[in-house]
């Protein structure tokens, strides 16, 4: 076989391998139990100087990607992180390129409508973040409600391997008794709060070891979104940071 044009070459290769993985990954948290999130990632700042990287690697984002079918999420990746063109994606997923200008087109909208309303500075949100765990760790419910907005949603990942809400759990007044985590809060807990798919997060140690990971939307000085990890196996990538480019 003769390769004219190496680039589109690998190019539909490699998003063909995806959209196969995708769809089998699909196939098994069909029957996964609870939540899903996105493995958390140990980031470096340098991440937040990149806009689209800065755009695509916090929780939130991945999250939203969950729900698109394979081939939309292959088109919003390819075109506007890689800047892979249409016609090129065309070749590579299989539809028409009026057909991906308009899965493009939707998934843009989709994004849009989940993305927070405002951008808040890195400052902002620790600042946000740390009256939210000096509350938590003090078991001041009045302080934990204050730093967190009325339609707060709460997100968390067990697995089925640790105690964790199995369905998304909405509203502040509602989260205290269920708070993801509330077991690993107690005196002595070891809290760090490094930067974790590009954005501040907090790690959670409750007797020197490592079991939840929390990040954070931070909106007019309020929490409103937490996604917590507590699968055990989906915090290996904490240990180290990962390499991310484009």
């Not at 934990?144 to 369905?167: E, I, K, Q, Y």
């Not at 990538?237 to 484009?246: F, G, N, P, Q």
């Amino acid at each position: 076989m003769v390769v004219r044009d190496a680039r589109a070459y690998l190019v539909r290769i490699a998003t063909r391998q995806a959209l196969d993985r995708m769809r089998t990954l699909a196939r098994r948290r069909e029957e996964y139990v609870g939540e899903w999130l996105p493995e958390p990632l140990l980031t470096n700042p340098d991440v937040a100087e990149d806009v689209e990287l800065a755009e695509s690697v916090p929780i939130a984002m991945p999250t939203v990607l969950e729900t698109f079918r394979p081939t939309e999420r292959a088109v919003l990746v390819l075109h506007e992180v890689f800047d892979v063109s249409h016609d090129e994606i065309a070749e590579a997923v299989g539809e028409s390129s009026a057909a991906v200008r308009q899965i493009a087109h939707r998934a843009r909208e989709h994004v849009a409508a989940r993305r927070p309303r405002m951008v808040v500075t890195r400052a902002e949100q620790q600042r946000v973040e740390d009256r939210f765990l000096a509350a938590l760790t003090a078991g001041c419910v009045q302080g934990l409600m204050d730093a967190l907005a009325p339609d707060v949603v709460v997100v968390a990942d067990s697995g089925d391997l640790a105690p964790a809400a199995r369905r998304p759990v909405a509203g502040r007044k509602r989260v205290p008794p269920r708070c993801p985590t509330s077991r690993s809060w107690r005196p002595g807990v070891e809290i760090t709060t490094p930067l974790t798919n590009g954005a501040v997060a907090a790690r959670i140690h409750p007797g020197g070891e490592f079991d939840t990971a929390i990040t954070f939307v931070v909106e007019d000085g309020c929490i409103t979104r937490t996604y917590a990890m507590r699968n055990p196996h989906e915090l290996g990538r904490l240990d180290a940071v990962a390499e991310l480019r484009r």
